[in-house]
DNA sequence: GAGACACTGTGTACGCTAGACACAGTTTGC
DNA sequence: GCAAACTGTGTCTAGCGTACACAGTGTCTC
């Protein structure tokens, strides 16, 4: 099991699947897998609280203490259950229409993905490991601006930046806006403050009041995709041109 | 204190400080500031993590059990303390150079305040109930972005865009960059992965080591926002043209 | 002034959490 | 055959958010 390697580099040794297994004692009733699916399912259906050692061991009909056989934390348990539910990244080789029309389709089939999982922008802030498949999307981004004349750093900030979006628009709210919302509505109490206080805050409240008027509801995901590969666009642009 | 009013909206109340304080009773020894000041203390000196009704109660001398006498739940002192640490948004209007200037400006005092508080990524991500300094911040930016032309949905999708690369930015680490680092160095597993595989992930580990060589660390939110300003000059530009 | 009322902070209790540890049972290598 | 290594279980602790009953305190009404 490694009970030499501290935290993380435990973590990453489970991750990437470099753990020895013993050859005495009696068969385990469940493996790493089991394990993951098991607390991915309950997160799916009834989100990242749900999802506690005692739950996802009665899923398995095994006690909680089972699982740390398996399992040095609970954080390791996530870690293996968000490498999980991103799943296996896509192959964009095959995309035609150079560096913009594979981003496009990378940032279109990570939302998808996620949104099986709504749960993975809170999950995966702050530090963490990074398993496989994670590292197998960003090869994926990555691998589409490799002829780009970016340097690497370039490319990696790029992703970062693009991947950021996602999450961002992915988790402030189904529809993706300002968590002022409760169901894209305005709350009572802030609309009642646009409304009869527009002074408060003019240009928010003029924003909101057109915005409402034309109706014309894009998505915040979308429009700032574009800005970002337009952006991208430029920089990429600069580098061919020197 | 309101009790008809249920979840949201009850915060959105306190937030905004609708709360109608009572006549009869003894002296409250507190007030929701005290509180909220307290919780923030503790916030940035020991995490998000060390924040407890126990242990906020303790540094105010009483019992955890007053503090409900305030805030109905550790969402709402959670959502006060967000708004505290916020602090009062800026005022841009002095700033010269147009839009672009401006939203630079924002972005950088966003970050600069955010540094003390680095616990605010995680604790601002999914659903929530948004105070008078947040929406004070998007007022400020939105306002930036009145006369460029955009419509109200593009201004407010345009901050959402910007505040959100902040966040992310400031969030995955204090470098921000990719969470595959401890104090920004590849984990000893993963730089394995990427020396002595490199066909596995082949574009990336070429981005890396192209990285590492350079050494020309720019700073990945300065990256991404310039590339997110370059879009929206772009949009911008379309727009005025009409 | 007397009482009702509304509010205060406290103490106790409940169900939940992550995890440490000791233990008995099982499989394998020697 | 026996020791070593591993398994899952049961018990335990410390901590969490919060519901509820209670005694004390201030004010408003009569």
Same mark, same amino acid.
Not at 147 to 150: A, K, P, S, V, W
């Given at each position: 099991m490694d009970r030499t390697l501290a935290g993380d580099e435990r973590t990453m040794a489970m991750l990437w699947g470099l753990r020895t297994q013993p050859t005495r004692g009696p068969r385990p009733t469940l493996d790493l897998d089991r394990i993951a699916q098991a607390a991915l399912g309950i997160a799916d259906k009834e989100? @990242? +609280? +749900? %999802?506690?050692m005692q739950r996802v061991a009665s899923d398995l009909d095994v006690?909680?203490? +089972? @699982?740390y056989r398996y399992v040095s934390s609970k954080t390791e348990l996530l870690a293996a259950m968000i490498d999980l539910a991103i799943g296996p990244p896509p192959? @964009?080789?095959? %995309?035609? !229409?150079g560096w913009r029309a594979r981003l496009e389709e990378w940032a279109r089939l990570l939302s998808a993905s996620w949104r099986d999982h709504p749960w993975i922008p809170g999950a995966t802030m702050g530090r963490r490991v990074m398993g496989p498949n994670e590292v197998g999307w960003v090869e994926a981004a990555v691998a589409a601006l490799a002829?780009? !004349? @970016?340097d690497g750093t370039e490319q990696m900030d790029s992703v970062l930046l693009m991947s950021g979006h996602i999450r961002n628009t992915q988790s402030s709210s189904s529809a993706g806006?300002?968590?002022?919302?409760t169901d894209g509505r305005l709350s009572p109490t802030l609309a009642d403050v646009f409304e009869n206080q527009p002074e408060r805050y003019p240009a928010l409240s003029k924003a909101i009041s057109s915005a409402t008027d034309s109706g014309r509801r894009e998505d915040p995901r979308e429009y700032g995709l574009r800005r970002i590969l337009d952006g991208l666009e430029l920089v990429i642009a600069a580098r061919s041109a020197v």
């Open positions: 989100g @990242l +609280a +749900a %999802v506690s006690t909680k203490m +089972a @699982l192959d @964009l080789s095959q %995309v035609a !229409g002829d780009t !004349g @970016l806006s300002f968590p002022w919302t």
